[in-house]
């Protein structure tokens, strides 16, 4: 397969044409934003673990029935993915309570949600991510109400298969965004699965293994996505 030239360059990843209409190169890079862009910093290996990490989770997805646009891993920071034509929503699922949720609503960090709640925000930083709901959906089109149906179902699908998997490495999952796309007129699982758009704590000390570290400032980014990809067996090992 031959890289292109250049689709898009986001905050922290580049996507590439291929010699392959259906298919894209996604780029991992060091680069980490937090605020729609308002904090930026290089943070080194970060690009390499996010594209091996968003790989063995989307496979784990895959096996157990979720479409993704995954189809490879190219390199040690690229990846091979379906084009999708991508839904301009994220779909938030929150276990425990953390982050806008407890600036909007007044609860306290690490209150357990029961039943899990979801969200949906349009995909915007311009507008800092506006929080929406599926009449906003409808009246301006940004999805049919099927596809709508179809994301949410698959995010509490995801829920139910993640959450397992990081309780098994002693992690909570404490909440996550999705972005979906359309690949052939189906919701397919789309962008990426790393600790750059969740949260973890350690399930006994409730230590942070995410972005809240770099948003918080609390430093050893790095080495807490490091420590989560090892608790989960992801092979970290230079292609
Ligand atoms: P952002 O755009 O939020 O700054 P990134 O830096 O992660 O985010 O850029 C990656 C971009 O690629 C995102 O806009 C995402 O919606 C888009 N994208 C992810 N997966 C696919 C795909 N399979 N096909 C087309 N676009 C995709
Ligand atoms: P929030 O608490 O800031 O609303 O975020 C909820 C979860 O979704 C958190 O794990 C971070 C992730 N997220 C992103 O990765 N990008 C985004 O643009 C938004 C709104 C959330
Ligand atoms: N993902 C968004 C950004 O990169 C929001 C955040 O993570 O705080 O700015």
Known sequence: MQKMKQMYSGKAKSVYFTD???????HFRNDTSAFDGEKVAQLDRKGEINNKFNAFIMQKL???????HLERVLSDTESVVKKLKMIPIECVVRN????????RLGVA??????PPTFEFFLKN?????P????????????????QVAKMKELTFKVNGVLQKLFADAGLLLVDYKLEFG???????LGD???????RLWDKETRKKLDKDRFRQGLGGVVEAYEEVAHRLGVDLSPL
């Not at 392959?20 to 996604?26: P, T």
């Not at 895959?62 to 993704?68: E, F, K, R, V, Y």
């Not at 960090?109 to 029961?114: H, M, P």
């Not at 930083?125 to 991510?129: E, I, N, R, T, V």
């Open 20 to 26: 392959q209409a259906d298919y894209l190169i996604l």
């Open 125 to 129: 930083d311009a507008l800092h991510d």
């Open 96 to 103: 425990i309570a953390a982050g806008s949720i407890c600036r």
């Open 62 to 68: 895959a096996q157990a029935g979720i479409p993704t």
């Open 131 to 146: 929080m929406i709901n599926e009449y906003h959906i409808r009246s301006f089109g940004w999805a049919t109400d099927e």
């Open 109 to 114: 960090e690490g209150l357990d949600l029961n």
């Open 182 to 188: 359309l690949f052939r007129d189906q919701v397919v």
């Open 192 to 198: 990426e699965f790393s600790p750059d758009g969740c």
